[in-house]
């Protein structure tokens, strides 16, 4: 008995949507991939401005797990999805896509909340990848062909879901305590000969024309005046958005080709990210942080 005809609508449309599922996850691959090799890098992606989005987003704890970028565990999830299109859609194989869908989906919903309503801040990146994690979604079930039954339905979906929400969960919470035990770690208990170092550090690097740019909302720029407890207002601080966020970047920063907060500039070199304390001293010729239990090691 001949089988269905070419000419048939539903085979049409498998033969173009499926051909579009898997240009769809490799274009997902591609994102990924550039994400984490940037990371890797120590670079950030371009497009990414310095008024807190994509260097917000991607610097935070929320950027890692397990010491690894993030996206390169989207990469994973893209090369697997692209593995199970590259054939006729099988039940089995349908089933598979779905739930690693779903559990993508999951974890990108995540992402995207914490960037808007924990850092305040957006990241055109990872919208990106939830955009294309939906549209394969979409595509996924509306492609014609055969589909999971009644038992993935009622029952290995839901565990999917309860496995993505979970781990989503404790990844988040991870996170935060991250983001507190990092903050304490930092916030050295200044206080005696301590404070009287970290001020005359600070003064040092007035006198020596080093330059902290900055933003009073930038939460890395917080971080980095917390490390001089009250010696913070002898920084040489320079407010990049005196505006607010999403202001005109002041001339100055315009000027260096500040990307990201928190800038240095020590002589001629530009140093971005947090420095430490002892790590100023240590770059711009100044004494020694007095020994101290608990003193972290410096990082220039």
Not at 223 to 229: E, H, K, S, V
């Amino acid at each position: 008995m001949s089988g269905r005809s070419s000419s048939d609508p539903a085979i049409r449309a498998g033969g173009i949507l499926r051909p579009l599922f898997v240009g769809i996850a490799l274009a997902g691959m591609a994102l990924a991939g550039y994400l984490t090799g940037l990371h890797w890098w120590g670079k950030l992606p371009a497009g990414c401005r310095v008024d807190g989005g994509c260097g917000t987003v991607l610097t935070s704890a929320w950027s890692k797990l397990f010491g690894q970028p993030v996206s390169l565990y989207g990469f994973g999830l893209y090369g697997a999805l692209v593995g199970l299109s590259c054939r006729r859609w099988t039940a089995g194989r349908r089933g598979w896509a779905l739930g690693l869908l779903l559990f993508g989906l999951v974890w990108s919903a995540l992402f995207v909340s914490v960037s808007l309503f924990v850092l305040g801040a957006t990241c055109p990146y990872c919208l990106t990848s939830a955009g294309l994690l939906l549209a394969l979604f979409v595509l996924l079930l509306v492609t014609p062909g055969a589909k999971p039954g009644r038992r993935f339905w009622f029952g290995l979906l839901p565990i999917v879901l309860v496995l993505g929400s979970s781990s989503a969960a404790w990844f988040h919470f991870s996170a935060i305590r991250s983001e507190q035990a990092a903050r304490a770690a930092m916030v050295a208990r200044q206080q005696g000969e301590d404070l009287l170092w970290l001020q005359d550090l600070a003064k040092h690097l007035e006198k020596s024309g080093v330059k902290f740019y900055g933003a009073t909302w930038c939460n890395h720029c917080r971080l980095q005046r917390a490390l001089f407890g009250k010696a913070e207002e002898l920084l040489p601080f320079v407010d990049c958005a005196p505006d607010g966020r999403g202001g005109p970047m002041a001339a100055p920063c315009k000027e260096i080709g500040v990307r990201i907060f928190p800038t240095w500039t020590i002589g001629s070199r530009k140093y971005e990210g947090i420095l430490t304390p002892e790590a100023l001293a240590e770059v711009t010729g100044f004494r020694p942080r007095p020994l101290r239990k608990g003193n972290p090691p410096a990082e220039p």
